[in-house]
Structure formats: structure tokens, C-alpha cells
């Protein structure tokens, strides 16, 4: 749609509309989505492109960051349609471009716009009278024509210099591998800035890549030892689990949930007792420390780089970890990561409690060990040798039919975080407690059990788009051999007016075959998409029952122990990371629901083109029947009739199916949102009186 197409409609639309809309979240979904889709060019739904609610740090966020990889193109701000756009939002934005680094901003209420760039304002806008050099610069914003310095104010030598801080830095990060960001961007700029600092020099020639592995899904007993790391833990033994590595001497335990909390750079700044009790290290001696402090040989460089590409991103990652102890001993955790408003991250780990998975990731980390273990000895560094492992990551999964890793994690989370549940004796109770602690205990068991509905209509669902998709399937090979008649049809050994008898039913089937079969078409193509959002959802909704429950754990723990206060403020962290889930569960129920809408409307169309054609072609074969034919002509009636049958029982059951998945509780997410801002609130009373 060209972008002066794509505003009119925007501007009817704002007519139309802005009377009904008087709120930011409204606005954002009425007037910014479709002005990012179909003004920017850019796919809303689509995490790679555009990440919601994008945190900066300091408590603040952008409500659209749209990248490209790791570089961020635009940050949006959205204020109420009813409003005008302020000054305190504009600052907001610009302390955003600053922090990430963004090209351009803009603040946005669906009428009017505000544009900068480099954190300078370059132009304004009403959507309803854009001036030529407006539209002009929005298509060097969209995504078909985006240019990265177009409103560059900065000289041609500072545009340079920056260019060749940048490539020292990329040389110095590669070169000092474990060197402090801060230290490295000092570094670049001290060396740029040298007189007669011209070009960096060259990179080596890099070695060759090896080829992938061919190393067995099932590794040896000895875990690999990769030459930066410590050698690994003898204190292990094998036991009768049939799992691929030596098992932990201590197992955690299904009700002990633990969490903790690090900065931007991975230093450690929180934690609760039993993470504590379980690396043997004093909390003395973890706060401060850099997380990878409990990092085991045993996982892979690939994962921790998957990890935080996806961190990068603003998806949450859950894995199999292996963490190692003070005393030289480890143990086995499936852990959440995720990236906290404060622009630090929290960690929540559990046991895990679905063997046949963990085997799987045993099989699969012992051969990313081995492939990285080929690069460094191939000359290649750690950080390099882990990206491209992350790659060969990809590929194990999909050998396995894994589209990718994120694909892989929104099965396993919620398999574990059910699988735990049923070990466990559930959420802490304390009938005695009093105080803001009690308060927030109770407000989390009210949220675990609205989340409790939610969390076992998900496996249903995942149930009915597999038979939506199966059903599907069979329609169109159903479909396919009614088309492989209409090439024998003009063959038939029969002639006069019994030829058009036969003909006429035949070519009003074909034609209206041919015309449902565009919305066939589109509903096998929004069928895995429905798929996808199932599943992300149910990820979603298992990653806000664990948070919860990690709460609830901490919050009897700091009952437990009133004299705890060193671990006060993790409760805020806490709560921020439900509170950002729960948001992300929102915002994902919504795309799973207009996905679904969608696909209810196809196969209401496909149901609807094939009823009067299908009840034609019914009456045919009846007619057909008591007709004396050749064996040719009775056999294309055969398969006429037998594929009619087949086609209609397929829309019938995809119509049973779609009906049970419109029939499925419509969850009011309201009443959590309500209980986890009670709980915030509690949690801050707490941190501000501890």
C-alpha cells in the first residue's frame, strides 16, 4: 500500500474513530499498530522486525522499538488520541534514542506526528494533510526504503570518526574477549581520537569453518572440558535415570524455586536462600559477582549466545542449564531468563522433571561442545566459535523438526513448569503471618488460581489446531483428486444430451472447488500461524504461573525470616517481571484470538461456497447411478462422488473444530492485571519500609 494510500486511510479512520478511543493502550492499538503495518511497512506481529514495550532502563520503555537484527531503527511513543503531544513524552523519547542507540523516534497519537532524528526533531505531521517532503520522509523511514542517515545532521569527518570508533571497538571487543563495554568504548575512543588514526587494521583471515559434526546425538560418559572453563566436578555419580550425563549428587527438589537477579552487565544483585544454599558460596560471595561465577563446562557457548540474542530481542529464553558449586560439585535447573524494566534480568530455576527432554538437550549440548571445541581448536575465538555454534544449534533442531530454538522452548516451558507442579506441595501457606507480606502471599494465590483455568485450556487448544491442521490436510488431498477429474472429463466415451447431463454438474463442482480453494489456500497458510500463536501463548501463560509462584515462594521466605531485609528490594524486581509477563500474555492472547477469528472466517466461507455444489453433486451420483455407463465413465463418477463425500466431511469437521476452539473461555485479563498491581504496590510499601 503506498504510504500516501496507507495515511488517508488513517485519517478516515482517526475521523471515524477518535470520538471512541480515550486511552494510550486504545490509541496504540486503534491508530499506531496499523501506522507501524501499513504506513512503516513494518509487521507488528513479528518480533524480529518490532519489539512491544521495549524497556530502556530506569523504569522507562518505548512502546514500539523496531530493529533490524541488534541495531534499533525506531523507537515509537504513543500519547491518547484525546491528547496533545507533550514535552514530557518528547524528553522520554529522546533519553530512549540516546540509550539504545536508535536512528530516528516518533511520538505518535494516531493524528499527529513527531519525528527525530539522532534526538533532534526533524519534522511534524497531521495525518490528514501530509506536505510532499513529509511523505518523502517517511518512505526513507519505512521498511522498503529505510535509510539510516538520511536526516543526519552530524558532519561527513564526525560521521567518520564515529564509523572508525565503531571499528575498533568491534576489533578490541574481539580482541579483549572478557573486557568491561565500558572499558572497550574507552579504549576505541582514546585510539581514534590519536593523532594520525586513520583505519583500523585489518583482521586475520579467519580459518575455515569446519563442517557440522557428525558426532552422536548420545554423547561418551566423560563431559567435555572446554579449555576455558574449569575442569569439570568429580563429586558426581552415575545413576539408573538412563540420562547421557553423570547426575548431580544433590537433586534439586521440586519446591525449591529460586531466583536470581543481575544488572545490565550480568553481575549478580539479588537472590533467595535456596539459590544461595545450592551454590555453597556465601551470599557475601555472590552479590556483586559476575553470574557466570556458576557457569559449568558442561553447556555450550551456543546457548548462553542463543540466550541472549533472544534477551537482545525481548524474548524471554528457558533452557537446561547445569550450574557449578563453590565446593566443585553442580547441580541440574530448567531456567527462565528475562529482561527486567530496570534494564537488568531475573532468572527464576526449577528441577527438571521431563526426562526424556533433558536427555535430548544432554545429546544435543555434548555436540555443540564438540563442534565449538573444532573452531577454537580450528583457531577460532570463544565468541565466534559460540555463534556459530548458536547456527549449528539450529540445524540440530531441525533435523528433529524444530523450527528454532524459540520454537523448541514454548513446548518445554510449559511441559515443566506442569510437570513440577504436579511434584510439588504447592504455593507456600502462612495462616499466621500479618502485614503487607501476608498481603501479597494472598494476592498471589488469588492470581495462581485465575492463571490455573488458563494454564489447562492451553494443552486443549494445542489438541484442537493439531486436528484443525490434520482436517485440513485431508480436505485438500480431497480437493485434488476431485481437480485430477477435470482432465478426464473432455475424454468421456459418452455422447449426446447424456453428455451434458453428466458434464454440467461436473463443471459447477470444479468451478466452485476453484473458488473456495483461494480461501484454502489462505487458511493453510494461517493455520501454522495459529499453531505458533497457541503455542506462544501457552509458553506465555506457563512463564506468568512460574513468576507467580516464585513470588509466593519469596514472600513466605522473607515471612520466615523477618530479619532477611539484604534481599528487600527483590521482591520489587520480582513483581516488575510478572507484571512484564502478564503483559506479554495480554498482548499475545490478542494475536492468538485475531488469528483465530481469521480462521474461523475462512472455513465459514469454505463451508458456506461448498454447501449448494456438494448438495448438486449428491443428487448427481444419486442420478448417475441408475445410468448404464462404461467402465471409464463409472469410474470418474466414482471418484467425483467419493471425493465429495470426503471434502464434506473434512468442512464439517474443521467446522466442529473451529466451533470448540470459538467456544472456549474468553479470558478477562483484567482481574489478574488488578491482583498483580495490588501486589506491586504491597511490594513497594515493603521495599520503602525495609
Not at 147 to 170: G, P
Not at 196 to 202: D, E, K, L, N
Not at 246 to 255: F, G, L, N, T
Not at 276 to 299: K, Q, T
Request: proline letters at 5%; charged letters at 20%; a negative charge.
Amino acid at each position: 500500500m503506498a504510504i500516501e494510500q496507507a495515511l488517508s486511510k488513517q485519517a478516515e479512520k482517526v475521523r471515524e474513530l477518535k470520538p471512541f478511543i480515550d486511552s494510550t493502550v486504545a490509541t496504540k492499538t486503534t491508530f499506531l499498530m496499523p501506522f507501524v503495518n501499513n504506513v512503516l511497512g513494518y509487521d507488528v506481529s513479528d518480533p524480529r522486525e518490532v519489539r512491544p514495550e521495549y524497556p530502556v532502563g530506569n523504569g522507562e520503555s518505548v512502546d514500539f522499538a523496531i530493529v533490524d537484527g541488534s541495531d534499533f531503527r525506531i523507537l515509537m511513543l504513543c500519547e491518547s488520541i484525546q491528547h496533545s503531544l507533550s514535552s514530557m513524552r518528547r524528553d522520554q523519547l529522546v533519553r530512549a534514542i540516546h540509550a539504545l542507540g536508535a536512528d530516528y523516534g516518533i511520538l505518535g497519537n494516531g493524528e499527529f506526528f513527531e519525528v527525530f532524528a539522532k534526538g533532534e526533531p526533524v519534522f511534524n505531521f497531521n495525518v490528514a494533510q501530509p506536505p510532499s517532503h513529509v511523505i518523502t520522509g517517511l518512505k526513507k523511514l519505512s521498511k522498503a526504503n529505510y535509510e539510516n542517515d538520511y536526516f543526519a545532521s552530524a558532519s561527513q569527518s564526525s560521521a567518520q570518526n564515529d564509523e572508525l570508533v565503531s571499528a575498533i571497538r568491534d576489533l578490541l571487543a574481539s580482541d579483549l574477549q572478557s573486557a568491561d563495554p565500558e572499558l572497550v568504548d574507552f579504549l576505541a575512543a582514546k585510539l581514534a581520537a590519536r593523532k594520525g588514526a586513520a583505519q583500523p587494521a585489518a583482521q586475520p583471515a579467519q580459518p575455515q569453518v569446519p563442517a557440522m559434526a557428525n558426532t552422536a546425538m548420545v554423547p561418551v560418559d566423560a563431559p567435555v572440558t572446554i579449555d576455558y572453563e574449569p575442569t569439570p566436578p568429580t563429586n558426581a555419580h552415575i545413576d539408573d535415570s538412563g540420562m547421557p550425563w553423570v547426575a548431580p549428587r544433590r537433586k534439586v527438589q521440586p519446591d525449591e524455586v529460586f531466583f536470581s537477579t543481575t544488572d545490565a552487565r550480568g553481575v549478580i544483585q539479588e537472590a533467595n536462600n535456596v539459590f544461595v544454599d545450592l551454590s555453597h558460596y556465601s551470599r557475601a560471595e555472590l552479590i556483586g559477582a559476575p553470574h557466570n561465577i556458576i557457569r559449568h563446562p558442561d553447556i555450550p557457548g551456543a546457548l548462553f549466545h542463543t540466550m541472549w540474542s533472544a534477551l537482545e530481542q525481548g524474548i524471554p529464553f528457558a533452557g537446561y542449564m547445569r550450574n557449578a558449586t563453590a565446593d566443585g560439585g553442580f547441580y541440574d535447573v530448567y531456567a527462565t531468563v528475562t529482561k527486567l524494566e530496570n534494564g537488568g534480568y531475573l532468572s527464576v530455576r526449577i528441577t527438571p522433571s521431563v526426562d526424556e527432554n533433558w536427555a535430548l538437550a544432554q545429546g544435543i549440548y555434548t555436540t555443540l561442545s564438540d563442534y565449538e571445541k573444532q573452531l577454537k581448536d580450528s583457531g577460532y575465538n570463544r565468541r565466534t566459535a559460540a555463534s556459530q555454534g548458536a547456527e549449528h544449534l539450529t540445524e540440530l533442531l531441525n533435523q528433529l523438526g524444530i523450527e528454532d530454538y524459540e520454537h523448541l522452548q514454548w513446548s518445554q516451558l510449559p511441559d515443566e513448569v506442569a510437570a513440577r507442579e504436579a511434584r510439588s506441595s504447592g504455593l507456600p501457606q502462612r495462616p499466621n503471618a500479618t502485614g503487607l507480606l501476608d498481603d501479597i502471599l494472598r494476592a498471589t494465590h488469588a492470581t495462581y488460581n485465575e492463571l490455573n483455568a488458563w494454564m489447562q485450556e492451553q494443552d486443549t487448544i494445542v489438541d484442537l489446531i493439531s486436528s484443525l491442521a490434520m482436517t485440513d490436510q485431508r480436505l485438500h488431498e480431497e480437493i485434488q483428486a476431485a481437480v485430477s477429474v477435470s482432465g478426464r472429463m473432455n475424454t468421456l466415451d459418452v455422447t449426446g444430451p447424456e453428455r451434458e447431463v453428466l458434464l454440467i454438474p461436473l463443471r459447477v463442482w470444479m468451478n466452485m472447488h476453484s473458488l473456495a480453494n483461494d480461501y484454502l489456500e489462505e487458511l493453510r497458510e494461517l493455520l501454522p500461524k495459529l499453531a505458533n500463536a497457541g503455542s506462544k501463548t501457552r509458553f506465555h501463560v506457563a512463564l506468568a504461573r512460574l513468576h507467580t509462584t516464585m513470588v509466593a515462594m519469596f514472600a513466605a521466605e522473607l515471612i520466615d525470616t523477618p530479619m532477611s531485609t539484604h534481599s528487600a528490594p527483590a521482591i520489587r524486581d520480582l513483581c516488575s517481571a510478572l507484571r512484564q509477563t502478564l503483559r506479554e500474555l495480554d498482548d499475545q492472547a490478542f494475536e492468538y484470538n485475531r488469528v483465530k477469528n481469521r480462521v474461523s472466517n475462512r472455513i465459514r466461507s469454505v463451508k458456506s461456497i461448498m454447501e449448494v455444489p456438494y448438495s448438486l453433486i449428491v443428487d448427481w451420483a444419486r442420478e448417475t447411478r441408475s445410468r448404464a455407463f462404461t467402465s471409464a465413465t463409472e469410474e470418474l463418477v466414482h471418484t467425483v462422488s467419493n471425493s465429495a463425500d470426503g471434502a464434506a466431511t473434512a468442512i464439517s469437521e474443521l467446522a466442529s473444530l473451529v466451533q470448540r476452539l470459538d467456544s472456549g473461555v474468553v479470558h478477562d485479563i483484567s482481574r489478574v492485571r488488578d491482583l498483580v498491581l495490588h501486589i506491586d504496590l504491597a511490594a513497594k510499601q515493603y521495599q520503602d519500609t525495609h
